[in-house]
Antibody, heavy 119, light 107 residues
Framework: QVQLVQSGAEVKKPGASVKVSCKAS????????IHWLRQAPGQGFEYMGWIDPNSGGTMYMQNFQGRVTMTRDTSISTAYMELSSLTSDDTAVYYC????????????WGQGTLVTVSS | EIVLTQSPGTLSLSPGERATLSCRASQSVSGGRLAWHQQRPGQAPRLLIYSTSSRATGIPDRFSGSGSGTDFSLTISRLEPEDFAVYYC?????????FGGGTKVEI
């Protein structure tokens, strides 16, 4: 079955960077997009962007331009999301999700990774 | 960009009752490209409905979606204990895709 397994929780200091991984299994990794979203405590979802694992092409939402980098390693079916210059406002659960295309619905989500930014 | 507004923020009901959740879009969502997701406490979201009214794999038929244009709804015909959760609508009509703020269904 399709699984997206994310890396574990992180605690970072303001100004640092964090890199979250998302390992895919049960489907052709290069045949679907990986999108990233985050959810601050008690809040709704904030959409961050996507990566096409086949081409490496990316789209980042304007709110994250210049601070986010999405990459992938097709040899291990893993996508990565790195966010830099962290502030306390970046404290959230970060989710990866499998989308069939750039504009679609996600039939599968990762379990989420809690990133806490605190001095 | 399309902004989705969900109402009510919280719905207080009992098991066995009917729940109706609303999602209003700031612009018309063409092609019915509107989905609904369920998120139980401490869990990742789960896709319930896509294309306005199509149930995702394994979703029971007490969940149904309807609507068009700017007004969409999710109906749960008879609430089961496991249905008490937060529900989010999502459009995928044009970039950027977006989610609504959520409706919490509580006992």
């Amino acid at each position: 079955q399709v699984q997206l397994v994310q890396s574990g929780a992180e605690v970072k200091k303001p100004g640092a960077s964090v890199k979250v991984s998302c390992k895919a299994s049960g489907y052709t990794f290069t045949g679907n997009y990986i999108h990233w979203l985050r959810q601050a405590p008690g809040q709704g979802f904030e959409y961050m962007g996507w990566i096409d694992p086949n081409s490496g092409g990316t789209m980042y939402m304007q709110n994250f331009q210049g601070r986010v980098t999405m990459t992938r390693d097709t040899s291990i079916s893993t996508a990565y999301m790195e966010l830099s210059s962290l502030t306390s406002d970046d404290t959230a659960v970060y989710y990866c999700a499998r989308f069939p295309s750039a504009l679609d619905v996600p039939p599968n989500w990762g379990q989420g990774t809690l990133v806490t930014v605190s001095s | 960009e399309i902004v989705l507004t969900q109402s009510p923020g919280t719905l207080s009901l009992s098991p066995g009752e009917r729940a109706t959740l609303s999602c209003r879009a700031s612009q018309s969502v063409s092609g019915g490209r509107l989905a609904w997701h369920q998120q139980r406490p401490g869990q990742a979201p789960r896709l319930l409905i896509y294309s306005t009214s199509s149930r995702a794999t394994g979703i029971p038929d007490r969940f149904s979606g309807s609507g068009s244009g700017t007004d969409f709804s999710l109906t749960i015909s008879r609430l089961e204990p496991e249905d008490f959760a937060v529900y989010y609508c999502q459009h995928y009509d044009r970039p950027p895709l977006a989610f609504g703020g959520g409706t919490k269904v509580e006992i």
